[in-house]
């Protein structure tokens, strides 16, 4: 069973940036199509951003323009370059990976994926 593995999170004061990280392994890294969600307690598990088979992406619209998702194949690892942070981002982010390739931008929707990480806290303090 692949295991996905992210790492990155951390507390920061609004307006801060964070990295994240998710390192999948696999042979067609660079196909699959991925993405990131967020849960905070009390909330349902939302998606943030995803990205294709084509590196096409797709953005939640309260985190566009201030979020971004990029692969590097070479290490088999996606990233969330998150700036702009606000409390409101505050959750326990998850990588997914729907280990198929797709075109379109990929998913935001959680039953699109087959596999996901443990998950890496973020907390957006004001």
């Known amino acids: 069973q692949k295991q996905l593995m992210e790492s990155g999170g951390g507390s920061v004061q609004a307006g801060g940036s964070l990295r994240l990280s998710c390192v999948a392994p696999?042979?067609?890294?660079?196909?699959?199509?991925m993405g990131w969600f967020r849960k905070d307690l009390g909330k349902e598990r939302e998606g943030v951003a995803a990205?294709?088979?084509?590196?096409?992406?797709l953005y939640a619209d309260s985190v566009k323009g201030r979020f971004t998702i990029y692969k590097d194949n070479d290490k088999n690892t996606l990233y969330l370059q998150m700036d702009g942070l606000k409390p409101e981002d505050t959750a326990m982010y998850y990588c997914?990976?729907?280990?198929?390739?797709?075109?379109?931008?990929?998913?935001?929707?959680?039953?699109?994926?087959?596999?996901w990480g443990q998950g890496t806290q973020v907390t957006v303090s004001s």
């Open positions: 990205i294709d088979t084509r590196g096409t992406t």
């Open positions: 997914a990976d729907r280990d198929h390739a797709c075109t379109g931008g990929g998913y935001l929707w959680e039953g699109a994926y087959d596999i």
């Open positions: 696999g042979t067609y890294f660079s196909i699959y199509c």
